[in-house]
């Protein structure tokens, strides 16, 4: 007997059928004697909706008071739906239990709508699986030390999930989601794109970070953090798929790499679009430049993504970053407020029309000319490379919005990722 966390996004949730079909499939691992716990998302666009009449009633406050009161609105949507999954198990003749996260707890920090996870107590937990209950524990949320609910922020519930699964010591987490697995790349971009048997840990949090959405990136954290064996896998399969041939679909995320290391050199392709680049012109070459401008973005709570300054002339030069598109016009605002004033002469200019293009993979550690062919393939398309960010298992590069679905089409053909894994 196993303990098994499985955990279910918005579209397997959205609706009353689905909601059963997830029932049938808890309650049939259940019977195959496992011990269940279940993870849900809110159903699919309950948080938008919720959030809208948040923004219709009053506009976009970052002070704390509006914060706590949207993290008290948006964890009602995981509430309903982890309260309809137990009544659904019990129609299936399964003893089951829902819990908020403040009642487990999950205890967070007070980062409001970005909260982090610092501790889960299992007590509770442990009580109830071993009473032969299936266990269902809301995503997303959990309650800081002045007992206010916090949420984890958009696709905590990957992180939840993990999160419950590294408290528990569980065998297996199972992530449940609208795509049965990890793919070479998006297959919308590429159709010849194939889903992969299994990715390191190493490769999933670069692809994570990258843009690929297939998992959230604090999940991958806290899997590789902790241990826990993670697998990808769709819920739209038939609920009453033979237990086996489920535990061993989808992609299995792994920490033993020797496995792949012979084998493909690139293991997928990442994309994001929601980047944006900006450039800081002729700043003063001397130390102190980077964290005077970084520091002033780092304040407004904003992220920067890759960073590039060039070669001083004549005293000056130039720094350029990305951030994520949503911040750009803020991270523009603290510039020229907080940092272009005390630079002298100098601008700011910016592109929204960027995208960031990503080759990943753990075979790059053992093979050298992987970042040529890459710069080679894009070259032969025309396409110029802004910016260059690599790492020991992935090469970046920023390049114009328009030609993103030409070099993931081209790289992922040069790095021949459409032939089966072994």
Same mark, same amino acid.
């Given at each position: 007997?196993?303990?098994?966390?499985?955990?279910?996004?918005?579209?397997?949730?959205?609706?009353?059928?689905?909601?059963?079909?997830?029932?049938?499939?808890?309650?049939?691992?259940?019977?195959?004697?496992?011990?269940?716990?279940?993870?849900?998302?809110?159903?699919? =666009?309950?948080?938008?909706?919720?959030?809208?009449? $948040?923004? !219709?009633? $009053?506009?976009?406050?970052?002070?704390?008071?509006? +914060?706590?009161?949207?993290?008290?609105?948006?964890?009602?949507?995981? @509430? $309903?739906?982890?309260?309809?999954?137990?009544?659904?198990? @019990?129609?299936?003749?399964?003893?089951?239990?829902?819990?908020?996260?403040?009642?487990?707890?999950?205890?967070?920090? *007070?980062? #409001?709508?970005?909260?982090?996870?610092? *501790?889960?107590?299992?007590?509770?937990?442990?009580?109830?699986?071993?009473?032969?209950?299936?266990?269902?524990?809301?995503? #997303?949320?959990?309650? /800081?030390?002045?007992?206010?609910?916090?949420?984890?922020?958009?696709? =905590?519930?990957?992180?939840?999930?993990?999160?419950?699964?590294?408290?528990?010591?569980?065998?297996?987490?199972?992530?449940?989601?609208?795509?049965?697995?990890?793919?070479?790349?998006?297959?919308?971009?590429?159709?010849?794109?194939?889903?992969?048997?299994? %990715?390191?840990?190493?490769?999933?949090?670069?692809?994570?970070?990258?843009?690929?959405?297939?998992?959230?990136?604090?999940?991958?954290?806290?899997?590789?953090?902790?241990?826990?064996?993670?697998?990808?896998?769709? *819920? #739209?399969?038939?609920?009453?798929?033979?237990?086996?041939?489920?535990?061993?679909?989808?992609?299995?995320?792994?920490?033993?790499?020797?496995?792949? +290391?012979?084998?493909?050199?690139?293991?997928?392709?990442?994309?994001?679009?929601?980047?944006?680049?900006?450039?800081? &012109?002729?700043?003063?070459?001397?130390?102190?430049?980077?964290?005077?401008?970084?520091?002033?973005?780092?304040?407004?709570?904003?992220?920067? /993504?890759? &960073?590039?300054?060039?070669?001083?002339?004549?005293?000056?030069?130039? #720094?350029?970053?990305?951030?994520?598109?949503?911040?750009?016009?803020?991270?523009?605002?603290?510039?020229? %407020?907080?940092?272009?004033?005390?630079?002298?002469?100098?601008?700011?200019?910016?592109?929204?029309? &960027?995208?960031?293009?990503?080759?990943?993979?753990? =075979? +790059?550690?053992?093979?050298?000319?992987?970042? *040529?062919?890459?710069?080679?393939?894009?070259?032969?398309?025309?396409?110029?490379?802004?910016?260059?960010?690599?790492?020991?298992?992935?090469?970046?590069?920023? &390049?114009?919005?328009?030609?993103? !679905?030409?070099?993931?089409?081209?790289?992922?053909?040069?790095?021949?990722?459409?032939?089966?894994?072994?």
């Amino acid at each position: 007997m196993a303990l098994i966390v499985h955990k279910y996004g918005g579209t397997s949730m959205g609706s009353p059928e689905r909601i059963k079909n997830v029932a049938k499939r808890v309650a049939k691992w259940a019977r195959a004697g496992h011990q269940m716990v279940v993870v849900p998302s809110a159903m699919s =666009g309950e948080t938008n909706r919720l959030l809208a009449l $948040a923004k !219709e009633l $009053a506009p976009a406050k970052e002070t704390q008071s509006y +914060m706590r009161e949207l993290d008290m609105l948006a964890s009602t949507g995981e @509430q $309903a739906s982890s309260a309809l999954l137990a009544i659904a198990l @019990q129609s299936e003749g399964m003893d089951s239990v829902s819990y908020a996260g403040w009642q487990v707890p999950i205890r967070t920090d *007070s980062a #409001f709508t970005k909260a982090r996870i610092e *501790s889960i107590e299992d007590d509770r937990v442990r009580a109830d699986l071993n009473a032969g209950r299936v266990v269902i524990i809301t995503g #997303f949320q959990g309650v /800081d030390e002045s007992r206010n609910i916090t949420t984890l922020g958009r696709g =905590g519930s990957d992180t939840s999930a993990v999160a419950v699964a590294a408290a528990l010591k569980a065998d297996e987490c199972l992530i449940y989601t609208d795509v049965d697995g990890v793919y070479t790349t998006d297959p919308r971009v590429v159709p010849e794109a194939r889903r992969l048997k299994t %990715v390191s840990f190493e490769e999933m949090l670069e692809m994570a970070s990258l843009g690929s959405k297939v998992l959230q990136i604090r999940s991958v954290e806290f899997a590789g953090k902790y241990k826990v064996p993670l697998r990808v896998l769709s *819920s #739209f399969t038939p609920w009453d798929i033979n237990i086996q041939e489920e535990a061993k679909s989808g992609t299995l995320i792994t920490f033993e790499e020797d496995t792949q +290391m012979e084998q493909a050199v690139v293991s997928g392709i990442a994309f994001n679009r929601d980047e944006a680049k900006i450039s800081i &012109i002729g700043v003063p070459d001397k130390p102190g430049i980077a964290y005077q401008i970084l520091g002033a973005v780092a304040e407004g709570n904003i992220e920067v /993504d890759m &960073i590039i300054q060039n070669i001083g002339k004549d005293g000056h030069t130039d #720094f350029s970053f990305t951030v994520h598109r949503n911040d750009y016009a803020r991270a523009m605002d603290l510039l020229k %407020v907080k940092v272009l004033p005390t630079l002298g002469s100098t601008e700011a200019i910016g592109d929204t029309k &960027i995208c960031k293009v990503s080759i990943v993979g753990i =075979g +790059m550690r053992s093979h050298v000319g992987i970042a *040529s062919k890459m710069f080679r393939t894009l070259s032969e398309e025309g396409i110029n490379i802004q910016m260059i960010s690599t790492s020991e298992i992935k090469t970046s590069v920023v &390049i114009d919005e328009k030609y993103m !679905e030409l070099a993931v089409r081209s790289l992922h053909k040069a790095f021949d990722l459409e032939q089966v894994q072994a």
